[in-house]
């Protein structure tokens, strides 16, 4: 089982995703500028955490989930990617109930 991600990593890496949605807001609602620079700054944000998640041994299903969210037209001004980053460090952070312990729980 891959290491756990701890509070510090967690929160450099959360931070730069914060930044990019904020990035993400203001070039939606205060520039006006369209979707497509929005795109490159989903894969601006969405390569080298993949990356991240892959090196740490996690599992980035989650996070994935919001990059594909992310490219639908203002609904990616929602915080999609902060959240599920959040949820996808949650759940590789939490511990493993053994397979021994369920089978005598139900067996007992």
Known sequence: MAKKIDGVE???IVSW?????????FLTFIFGIGEIPKIFTNIFA?????????MRGVR???YLASALVEFIPFVNVLP???VL???TIYLHNRLP????????????
Not at 17 to 25: K, L, M, R, S, T
């Open 10 to 12: 967690a929160f450099l």
């Open 46 to 54: 969405w390569i080298p955490i993949q990356f991240w998640l892959k």
């Open 97 to 108: 109930i053994p397979a021994k312990t369920l089978i005598k729980k139900s067996v007992s």
């Open 85 to 87: 980053l959040l949820i």
């Open 17 to 25: 995703v914060a930044v990019i949605e904020i990035i993400e807001f």
């Open 60 to 62: 980035g299903d989650y």
């Open 80 to 82: 999609t990617k902060t």
